[in-house]
């Protein structure tokens, strides 16, 4: 018996866990981060790269506790100081650092 025959089932099973791996469920959120960060005061094409990037980096459980923030935040400072409530040290260093690389363009 050959072994690339036994191989051929599990290259659909492979290819679907790739697909699976990519729309993960942080980025799955991505919309309601993004409609959060606009309604946070954010232009749209700044709140589209930031919630590209956190996405990306952050886990449900993160995106959740930012979710969770409350208070007006007119600009993009006020933000910045609401999300050290979060006292999660990664959470705050990827939110400021799409914060930083969104608002100067450096990041699109």
Not at 9 to 15: K, S
Not at 20 to 25: D, E, H, R, T, V
Not at 41 to 46: A, I, V
Not at 98 to 107: E, F
């Given at each position: 018996m050959s072994h690339g025959r036994g191989m051929?089932?599990?290259?659909?099973?492979?290819?679907a866990l790739a697909v699976?791996?990519?729309?993960?469920?942080s980025r799955l959120a991505y919309p309601r981060v993004k409609s959060a960060l606009v309604e946070a005061?954010?232009?749209?094409?700044?709140a589209s790269c930031m919630a590209g990037r956190m996405t990306d980096?952050?886990?449900l459980g993160q995106l959740r506790k930012l979710q969770a923030l409350k208070g007006v935040k007119r600009t993009i400072a006020d933000y910045a100081t609401a999300v050290h409530r979060v006292e999660d040290r990664e959470t705050i260093e990827v939110t400021l650092t799409?914060?930083?690389?969104?608002?100067?363009?450096?990041?699109r």
């Open positions: 051929k089932p599990l290259v659909p099973i492979l290819a699976l791996a990519a729309c993960s469920p005061g954010l232009s749209d094409s700044n980096r952050l886990t799409a914060a930083a690389l969104c608002t100067t363009g450096l990041a």
